[in-house]
């Protein structure tokens, strides 16, 4: 498995993108999330004629924001095949497909929906709630061979990741998990939070501005990882 971040800002972050990646898994090219800044990243880095899966976290716009664009540009611009939209859930597809619907006007013209459970190696952990009232989000697990990508989407509670990824099988485990430096941001996990699994995990945090990390923070920040970013 190969991952590489398209940004690692939050909603305002404006400098450094949104949070999204593309991780190379199985042979495919999955997009984790399509905010308003990641079909220009994608355009900029010459790396969108690769996008043909894309898994979304939650329907905040800095994570699907220009996701009907980069549809569009695949299908007018490319005139490549239709990217293959992973869905964790009916709930969640009706209503992207909602949001869809009146940009693309047929969103199936440019996306083929798939359940996410007939693609082999990949968990979605439920996280309903635990980053804003009411809204469904979710996080992901990817497995292959020995290695382990755990992606946490928004989350506000860690235990929810961690705890499950302690019942699952045991590999070598590197965890991405969104990142606040306010305490008081129960929407985001503070980071002091994510200390007690660092024995045990790679961690590395992203959906963060860097400038603002506090010195005690002992969790590698992806943008300070130049191997990680795209």
Same mark, same amino acid.
């Given at each position: 498995?190969q991952?590489k ?15 999204a /990646?593309?991780?190379?898994?199985r ?10 800044? @990641?079909?220009?990243?994608l355009v ?5 004629? +690769?996008?043909?899966h894309i898994?979304?976290t939650?329907l905040?716009?800095?994570h699907i924001g ?12 490319e005139?490549?095949?239709?990217p293959? &939209?992973?869905y964790?859930?009916?709930?969640? #597809?009706? =209503? ?6 009146? +940009?693309?006007k047929?969103?199936?013209?440019y $996306? ?6 007939q693609?082999?190696? &990949?968990? /979605?952990?439920?996280?309903?709630? +635990?980053?804003?009232?009411g809204? =469904?989000?979710y /996080?992901y697990v990817?497995?292959e061979?020995?290695e382990?990508? $755990?992606?946490?989407?928004?989350l506000?509670?860690p ?5 499950r990824?302690e019942k699952?099988?045991?590999l ?29 995990y790679? @961690?590395?945090g992203?959906h963060?501005?860097?400038? #603002? ?5 002992p @969790?590698r920040? @992806? ?6 970013? /795209?």
């Amino acid at each position: 498995m190969q991952i590489k971040f398209l940004g690692t800002g939050g909603a305002f972050d404006i400098d450094y993108l949104n949070s999204a /990646a593309k991780l190379h898994f199985r042979g495919k090219h999955i997009l984790i999330d399509c905010g308003f800044t @990641v079909f220009p990243a994608l355009v900029h880095k010459n790396l969108i004629q +690769q996008v043909d899966h894309i898994l979304i976290t939650h329907l905040h716009n800095d994570h699907i924001g220009s996701l009907p664009t980069m549809l569009l540009y695949k299908s007018i611009i490319e005139k490549s095949p239709r990217p293959v &939209i992973l869905y964790p859930s009916e709930q969640l #597809k009706n =209503q992207l497909y909602a949001i869809l619907e009146p +940009q693309l006007k047929n969103p199936d013209k440019y $996306a083929e929906f798939i359940p996410l459970e007939q693609f082999e190696g &990949i968990t /979605a952990i439920d996280t309903f709630g +635990q980053h804003s009232e009411g809204m =469904q989000t979710y /996080a992901y697990v990817f497995d292959e061979g020995e290695e382990r990508i $755990a992606y946490s989407g928004d989350l506000g509670k860690p235990e929810t990741l961690f705890d499950r990824l302690e019942k699952m099988k045991p590999l070598r485990t590197c965890v991405f998990h969104e990142i606040t430096f306010n305490a008081e941001n129960t929407g985001h996990t503070f980071y002091k939070k994510l200390l007690p699994y660092l024995a045990n995990y790679e @961690v590395f945090g992203y959906h963060c501005d860097p400038t #603002k990390n506090p010195s005690d923070n002992p @969790v590698r920040l @992806v943008f300070y990882e130049p191997d990680l970013m /795209a």
